[in-house]
């Protein structure tokens, strides 16, 4: 059964470290695999497009991410290695743990993750559009940093779109 974590927002002292690597031999742990089930019900609860552990208050580096479009199903990437591609545009993001809030960031179009999926067995997902924004984000909460690092313009979600974003 998964539980819903409390997600930590803006100015919780997990949120700035840089995430531990994730031990292998870990992985296959009930405890572990507990914590997979609780990010992805807490993520989708949330609501949420992705959820890195930091953001439960668990340094690993370790994060969910369901994009929900054709091209990509829900997934858990474990010690994840970003190569980014393609040139830089500029999106509005939001953040789980900075609510209410959306700025405009500059993100590479396109991604290629790999890393080690719930099993411990090696995968390579790539994409654009979302799914690229998400994992550059979910990244960046491993390295300790929030999108607010980054961005411009940051102000309270006002409209519908901006409201839609801010909480992904």
Same mark, same amino acid.
């Given at each position: ?16 470290k840089?995430?531990?690597r ?62 980014r ?10 953040c ?10 500059? /993100? ?9 999926? /719930? ?39 006002l ?10």
């Amino acid at each position: 059964m998964a539980y819903l974590r409390e997600i930590l927002t803006e100015g919780h002292p997990t949120l700035r470290k840089i995430a531990k690597r994730v031990d292998p031999k870990e992985i296959r742990e009930p405890l572990f695999q507990q914590l997979i089930d609780d990010m992805f019900a807490t993520m989708y609860d949330a609501p949420g497009v992705g959820l890195a552990a930091p953001q439960v208050n668990v340094s690993k580096r370790l994060f969910v991410i369901d994009v929900r479009d054709d091209e990509h199903e829900a997934a858990v990437v474990i010690n994840p290695k970003l190569e980014r591609c393609g040139d830089d545009i500029e999106l509005k993001e939001g953040c789980l743990s900075v609510p209410g809030m959306v700025g405009d960031i500059h /993100r590479r179009e396109r991604v290629v993750v790999t890393g080690l999926d /719930r099993n411990g067995q090696k995968i390579r997902l790539e994409g654009d559009g979302l799914f690229a924004q998400c994992v550059q984000h979910e990244v960046d909460h491993l390295d300790g940093k929030l999108y607010i690092d980054r961005a411009t313009n940051v102000r309270p979600a006002l409209t519908e779109e901006e409201k839609e974003t801010a909480e992904a």
